[in-house]
C-alpha cells in the first residue's frame, strides 16, 4: 500500500521542495554551461551550448504540455498528479533560464523571437495561476459556508418561489416590482459582470430598494404593511443570496480564467516553436 | 363447523406461496391466507419497475413457481400465474389473530411471552400448549382448523395504527404507492421518521400538483429519522412547500376535517387524506402467543427451529424471513421443502447441500456434509447450542479450512471481523510483535479473532497454527446472528474477549487464573455517543476496556475544555487513579456510541499488589500520558489560539463520525482549487460513477470532510444486506459486490449519505478521442442526459449500491488522492491525525 502523510502538503512544498531544488539544479548548470563555453563570434542558438541548451528547452516544453494530458488519463499505477503539478510549475520557471540562455540575448522580430515571447506569456500566465491557486482557494471554502453551488442555485429559486407567493395578494404597482426580481436577476452574465461579481441594475436591487422605500415611509406613518415587510425581508435574503453566489463564481472565474491565456497560448508556442525548429534546420 | 385443512399457511410471499402451490400440486387440502387482496404484499409494494434480483445465483430452485430475476411486474406475474395454474386454495383478505392447538394440552410444554412495556418495564405470562390440530381465528371473527401450519409472514409486520376517534375513517391510509396520484388535496402526514418524511417530500416535490403537505411528529425533534432526511424537510419547510408541527398529536378525525393537540392548544384544520408512518410492529408479539418461542430476547433473534423447520409449537412450521432467510430464492426452496416435510418425506436434502459440499470440499478424509456440520458443532464450545437447521445455515455464511503446523492464519493489523473457532487441533498466537518465537496456544474448542469481531479494528496479533487443524471463519453477520441465536454464546464471547484483552493490555506474565477476580467485577456497558464515562475531578478507581466504538479524552486548562486525546477501542482508560489513588485527572466520552467493560477499582488493586511488576508498566505508560498533558499545556502558554484551534478541529472530526472511522478523505480547502479531478478520477476508475462528493459535506477551520466513505469500524450499511454482499476486504475497505440485489437498505442505514443507487451508464468513448475531435462527455462521469442517449439501444441494468472501495486492487491507492493536483485531498487514519499533528496546522 502507498505509503500516506497525515499532513496537507501543497504542491509547491511537495516532498520538501523537491522540484524547486532540480529547478534550481538545472539553471545553475545551464548558465555553467552558458559561462564556461566560449562562444565565437557571440553566444547564440547556432553554437554547441546553443543546441544543447534548446534542446534541452524544446523537450521541457513537450514534456510541460503533457500535464494537460496526464491529469485526464486515469491510470490505475502509483502516479501523484501533485507530483506532476509541483514539477510542471518549478521546471517551467527554469525555462525562463534555459530558454534565454538559448537565444544569447538576441531576440529579434522573426518567428524565433515569437517562439521566445509566447513561452513568455505561458510563463507568467503560469505565474498568475500560481498565485490564484495558492490565494483564492480560501476564499472561495470561506464564502461557501458548507453550501454546494447546485445548493446555492437551489436556494435562490426556493427564495423566488416565495417571493411569487409572497406577491400574489400584492397590487399591480408592487408586483411589477417584485417580478423585477423575478425576471431580471441574473448569477452569471458576461464575463466582466462574472469576474466582478457586479451587477449593475440588478433586477432584485432595485426591487428591493423600491419596497424599502415603500416600507420606510410606512414606518414613519406608524402602519407598516406585514405584506410589504415580509416581502422586504426575502428580497433581503436573495440579495444575500445572490452575493454570496455571485462571489463564488467571481472566484471561481479567476482561479480558472488564466488558464485561458495558459492553455491557447500553449498552442501557439507548440505551433511557433515547430516553425522555430524547421527554419533552423531548414534555412539556416 | 369449522372447516378443516391438512395444511394452513399464513402469508402469501414467495415462501408462502411456494408452500402452497407446492400443497396443491400434491393433492393436500390446504388453505393460504393473505392478509390483503393480492399475492406476495412486500414484493408488490417494491417501487413500480424495481429489478428483483435471484441471488444467490448457485443454489438451484426447487419449486413449482417460476422465479428468475426481472422486473418487479414480470416477477408477480409469473407468481400469479403459476398459482392458479397449480390450484391453489388462496383466502385473501382474511387475517390470522390467533392460533391455538384443540388437542390435549402438552405435559410440561409451557411458553413464556414477555411483552416490553413503554417505560422499561416487561409483563410476563405463560402459556400452556396444546398439541395439534390448530383451530386459526380469524379477524372478522370466522375460525378454521388445520392439522399443520406453516408461518410464513416475514418480518415486516403490522404498520402501528392510529388510534384516534375517526381513525377508521376511509381518508386514513398506511402507506403511500404512488405520490404523484394526488392533486389539489391537503394531506397530513402523521410520523417524523424516515419513511414519514420521505412521503412528505415526495407528496410536495412537484409544486404543480398543488398539494398543501404537513408533516405532524409526536415529539420536538427528528431524532429517528436520518439527517440528510431531515436536512431535505427542513429545506422544503424553509421553501414553503411542507408545513411541520412537531410536539403534535391526533385528537380526532372526521370527513375532511382532523382536530389535532398541539402545544399551544387544540386545532382544527382541513384534510383530506392522512398518511401515517408510524412505524411497524415486529410480528413477534403474535408469532410468540402461537406458542412459538424465540431463541433470546435480542430484537436479532430468530425462533428456534428442527431440521424440518419446525418450532416449539409442535405442527406450527416457520418458513421465510421470519425463520431468518431474507433472500427470495431461499424462501421458496424453504415453501417447497416445508410441504414435503409434511408429507411425511423425512429424507428430503436441503436445496442448499451442494453449496455446503463445495464449501466443505477442500477438507480432509471423505466425509459427507453432515458428519462435518456434527463436528464442528460438537467441537466448538459455543456451537454447541446450534440446531442442525442452525448450522446449515451458518455454514453458508462461514468457511471451513484447514491448516499445517505453523501456516498463519491471520497476520497483525490485517483488517478483519470475523471470528475463528478452533474445531480441531491448537492455533499459537504471537504476543510480542517483536520476537514471533514467544506465543500463547489456544486450544480446539476455543475460539480466536474475537477482538476484531467486536471492535471491527485490525487484528492485535499473528495468530499462527500450532499443529495441523482444521479452523472455521465466521463472518461477522454470521457471528453475530448465532449469538442472538444462542445467548450462551454470546456470554461465552464476552468472556474471552474481556479475557484476552487484560492479558493483552498488561501483558507481564499475567495468566487466566489471576484475572478470575477482575473478570468477575465486570460489567459489558453501552455508552451513547457523547456520554461520559470519567469527569475530571471526581473521585472514582472503576477501569474501562473499550470494547467497540471510541472516546475522546479532554481536560480544563485555563476555564477552556481541551482536546487531549483520541483512544479507539481495544484501548483502556481509568488506571491512573487506582495507581496514584487521586482524582480522575481527564474527562473521558464517547465519541460514537460505544461499549465498554467496566472493571472495579478495588478487585484490580488488589491484582496490583499481587503483581509488581504491573503496576510499573502502567507507571511508564502513566509517565507518556502525563507527558503529552505538560506538552499540551506548555503549548497552550506559548501559542494561545493553537491549542483552541486544535481542539476545534478535533472535535469538529470526531462530530463527523471521524470517531468510527478506519479511513477518511479530508480536503484542505486551502489548497482546494475546486477543479473536481478526485471525483472525475474516481468515476473514471470505477465504471464511470463517481463515489464522492467534493462539495458536499462539512467544514471546519478550512479541513473539508466531503461525502465518503468513512470504512467505519462497525459499518451501518453492513447491519441489513439480506444477500450479505457488504464485506470488508484486505485493505480494510468495505465494499460492495455483485451480489448485491439493490433493495437500498444501506443507503438508508448509511448516517453519512455515501451510498448512492445507481447503474452502470455505458462505455465512453476514448479520452483522445474527446480531447481531439469531443466525442463522448469526456472525463468524469458523463450527465445524465449523454446516459440516456445511449443507453436505449442496450438492455436496461439494475440500479445497484455503490459506495467508495478505496480503489482495492489498484497499485497507485485511491485515485481521488493521486488525482488532487495540488495536494488538498488526502487519506488519513484518524488515530493518526486525530493526534499532536494536529497541533502543526496554520492557525488561519
Keep these: ?284 | 363447523m369449522a372447516e378443516h385443512y391438512r395444511i394452513a399457511i399464513i402469508g402469501s410471499g414467495p415462501a408462502g406461496l411456494s408452500a402452497a402451490a407446492h400443497a396443491a400440486t400434491l393433492g393436500l387440502s390446504h388453505v393460504l391466507i393473505e392478509k390483503t387482496g393480492h399475492l406476495s404484499d412486500t414484493i408488490s409494494r417494491y417501487q413500480k419497475g424495481k429489478h428483483v434480483m435471484a441471488t444467490p445465483s448457485q443454489l438451484v430452485l426447487r419449486a413449482d413457481i417460476a422465479f428468475e430475476a426481472g422486473k418487479r411486474e414480470a416477477v408477480l406475474g409469473a407468481w400469479e400465474t403459476a398459482a392458479a395454474r397449480a390450484g391453489v386454495n388462496v383466502r385473501y383478505h382474511a387475517e390470522v389473530i390467533a392460533i391455538m392447538g384443540t388437542g390435549e394440552p402438552i405435559a410440561g410444554s409451557l411458553q413464556q411471552v414477555v411483552t416490553r412495556r413503554r417505560d422499561g418495564g416487561s409483563d410476563r405470562r405463560e402459556l400452556q400448549r396444546c398439541a395439534p390440530p390448530y383451530r386459526l381465528m380469524l379477524a372478522n371473527g370466522d375460525s378454521l382448523v388445520a392439522d399443520a401450519v406453516i408461518l410464513a409472514i416475514g418480518t415486516q409486520g403490522n404498520p402501528n395504527l392510529m388510534t384516534c376517534p375517526g381513525s377508521d375513517n376511509a381518508n386514513v391510509q398506511y402507506q403511500l404507492d404512488d405520490p404523484a396520484a394526488y392533486n389539489d388535496e391537503h394531506i397530513f402526514v402523521i410520523g417524523g421518521g424516515d419513511a414519514g418524511i420521505e412521503n412528505a417530500l415526495g407528496l410536495a416535490a412537484d409544486a404543480a400538483q398543488r398539494n398543501v403537505v404537513t408533516l405532524v411528529n409526536r415529539s420536538a425533534e427528528f431524532s429517528t429519522a436520518k439527517d440528510a432526511n431531515v436536512t431535505a424537510l427542513m429545506a422544503a419547510r424553509d421553501a414553503g412547500r411542507i408545513s411541520i408541527m412537531t410536539g403534535t398529536t391526533t385528537r380526532s378525525i372526521g370527513p375532511g376535517w382532523l382536530v389535532l393537540d398541539t402545544g399551544e392548544g387544540e386545532v382544527r384544520a382541513r384534510c383530506d387524506r392522512i398518511i401515517a408512518r408510524m412505524g411497524s410492529a415486529p410480528p413477534r408479539g403474535f408469532v410468540e402467543s402461537c406458542g412459538v418461542a424465540f431463541a433470546s430476547s435480542d430484537r436479532l433473534a430468530f425462533p428456534p427451529l428442527s431440521a424440518v423447520f419446525e418450532s416449539t409449537a409442535p405442527g406450527i412450521f416457520v418458513v421465510g424471513a421470519l425463520a431468518g432467510y431474507p433472500l427470495i430464492k431461499h424462501c421458496i426452496n424453504q415453501g417447497y421443502d416445508v410441504v414435503e416435510f409434511i408429507n411425511g418425506n423425512r429424507a428430503l436434502k436441503p436445496a442448499d447441500e451442494p453449496l455446503l459440499e463445495a464449501r466443505l470440499a477442500g477438507l480432509p478424509g471423505r466425509h459427507g456434509v453432515d458428519y462435518w456440520l456434527e463436528m464442528l458443532r460438537s467441537n466448538i464450545t459455543i456451537l454447541n447450542g446450534m440446531s442442525p437447521l442452525q448450522m446449515r445455515e451458518f455454514m453458508l455464511d462461514s468457511a471451513v479450512r484447514s491448516y499445517r503446523a505453523g501456516d498463519v492464519i491471520f497476520a497483525r493489523n490485517a483488517p478483519g471481523s470475523s471470528l475463528f473457532g478452533i474445531a480441531s487441533g491448537e492455533v499459537l498466537v504471537e504476543v510480542d510483535p517483536a520476537d514471533t518465537s514467544i506465543t500463547v496456544p489456544i486450544p480446539a474448542g476455543s475460539i480466536v479473532g474475537e477482538v476484531g469481531l467486536i471492535s471491527g479494528r485490525p487484528r492485535g496479533a499473528t495468530i499462527r497454527a500450532g499443529s495441523d487443524c482444521i479452523v472455521v471463519e465466521i463472518s461477522r453477520t454470521a457471528a453475530l446472528k448465532l449469538m442472538s441465536a444462542v445467548p450462551a454464546a454470546a456470554r461465552e464471547v464476552a468472556r474471552i474477549t474481556t479475557e484476552r484483552s487484560l492479558l493483552q493490555i498488561f501483558k507481564s506474565g499475567l495468566t487466566p487464573a489471576d484475572l478470575t477476580d477482575v473478570i468477575a467485577s465486570a460489567k459489558v456497558e453501552t455508552v451513547r455517543a457523547g456520554e461520559t464515562i470519567i469527569r475530571e475531578g471526581e473521585v472514582g478507581d472503576d477501569i474501562f476496556i473499550i470494547r467497540s466504538g471510541s472516546m475522546v479524552v479532554e481536560k480544563a486548562i485555563g476555564g477552556k475544555t481541551i482536546f487531549l486525546n483520541y483512544v479507539p477501542a481495544g484501548s483502556h482508560v481509568g488506571e491512573m487513579a487506582v495507581i496514584d489513588g487521586g482524582r480522575r485527572s481527564a474527562t473521558v466520552r464517547a465519541a460514537v456510541k460505544s461499549e465498554v467493560v467496566r472493571l472495579e477499582g478495588e478487585a484490580f488493586r488488589a491484582l496490583l499488589a499481587n503483581r509488581p511488576g504491573l503496576a510499573t508498566r502502567l507507571r511508564e505508560e502513566m509517565a507518556s500520558r502525563t507527558a503529552l498533558n505538560r506538552f499540551i499545556e506548555s503549548r497552550k502558554d506559548s501559542f494561545g489560539g493553537v491549542v483552541e484551534m486544535y481542539t476545534g478541529i478535533a472535535n469538529f472530526l470526531v462530530d463527523n463520525g471521524i470517531g468510527e472511522a478506519t479511513d477518511v478523505l479530508l480536503i484542505d480547502e486551502k489548497l482546494c482549487v475546486g477543479c473536481d479531478n478526485c471525483e472525475k478520477a474516481c468515476a473514471d476508475s470505477h465504471d464511470g460513477l463517481s463515489r464522492l462528493d467534493r462539495e458536499a459535506g462539512r467544514t471546519y477551520a478550512h479541513l473539508h470532510v466531503p461525502t465518503s466513505c468513512r470504512h467505519c469500524e462497525h459499518p451501518h450499511c453492513m447491519a441489513d444486506c439480506p444477500p450479505n454482499a457488504i464485506r470488508r476486504g484486505p485493505a480494510g475497505e468495505v465494499t460492495i459486490d455483485d451480489t448485491c440485489i439493490g433493495c437500498g437498505n444501506c443507503q438508508r442505514g448509511c448516517p453519512y449519505g455515501v451510498i448512492r443507487m445507481d447503474s452502470v451508464p455505458p462505455r465512453k468513448p476514448w479520452l483522445i478521442g474527446w480531447l481531439l475531435f469531443g466525442q463522448g462527455p469526456g472525463p468524469g462521469e458523463p450527465d445524465s442526459a449523454w446516459r440516456y442517449e445511449h443507453a436505449r439501444k442496450r438492455p436496461e441494468k439494475p440500479k445497484k449500491a455503490i459506495k467508495c472501495d478505496m480503489c482495492a486492487g489498484q497499485s497507485g491507492g485511491p485515485a481521488c488522492v493521486r488525482a488532487c493536483p495540488t495536494g488538498a485531498a488526502i487519506r488519513v487514519l484518524p488515530e493518526q491525525f486525530l493526534s499532536v499533528a494536529l497541533l502543526d496546522r496554520d492557525s488561519g
Design chain 1, 1 to 284: 500500500m502507498a505509503s500516506r502523510g497525515s499532513a496537507h502538503e501543497g504542491f509547491l512544498r511537495h516532498a520538501n521542495g523537491r522540484w524547486c531544488k532540480v529547478a534550481i539544479l538545472v539553471s545553475g548548470l545551464a548558465i555553467a554551461v552558458y559561462a564556461l563555453t566560449d562562444a565565437t563570434p557571440r553566444p547564440n542558438g547556432g553554437t554547441f551550448a546553443g543546441y544543447l541548451l534548446g534542446s534541452l528547452a524544446a523537450l521541457l516544453v513537450l514534456w510541460l504540455t503533457m500535464l494537460g494530458l496526464r491529469k485526464r488519463i486515469i491510470t490505475r499505477g502509483p502516479y501523484s498528479l501533485k507530483a506532476w503539478t509541483s514539477a510542471h510549475v518549478w521546471l517551467g520557471l527554469s525555462l525562463i533560464v534555459i530558454a534565454t540562455l538559448h537565444t544569447g540575448f538576441q531576440i529579434g522580430w522573426n518567428v524565433h523571437g515569437l517562439a521566445y515571447a509566447l513561452m513568455m506569456v505561458v510563463i507568467l500566465s503560469g505565474l498568475y495561476g500560481v498565485y490564484a491557486y495558492a490565494n483564492l482557494p480560501a476564499q472561495l471554502g470561506a464564502n461557501r459556508h458548507e453550501a454546494t453551488q447546485p445548493q446555492m442555485l437551489e436556494a435562490i429559486r426556493a427564495l423566488d418561489r416565495q417571493l411569487d407567493t409572497a406577491a400574489q395578494p400584492l397590487g399591480h404597482e408592487d408586483a411589477a416590482t417584485v417580478r423585477l426580481s423575478l425576471e431580471q436577476c441574473r448569477v452569471g452574465g458576461s464575463l466582466r459582470q462574472r469576474l466582478t461579481g457586479r451587477q449593475p441594475g440588478c433586477g432584485n436591487r432595485r426591487a428591493r430598494d423600491a419596497i424599502a422605500a415603500r416600507v420606510d415611509v410606512q414606518r414613519r406613518q406608524g402602519k407598516p404593511d406585514p405584506a410589504l415587510t415580509q416581502l422586504l425581508f426575502l428580497l433581503e435574503r436573495k440579495d444575500a443570496a445572490l452575493e454570496q453566489v455571485r462571489r463564488h463564481i467571481a472566484i471561481k472565474t479567476r482561479l480558472e480564467l488564466w488558464l485561458h491565456i495558459h492553455v491557447p497560448a500553449t498552442f501557439a508556442l507548440l505551433a511557433a516553436l515547430t516553425a522555430h525548429v524547421l527554419s533552423v534546420f531548414l534555412y539556416w
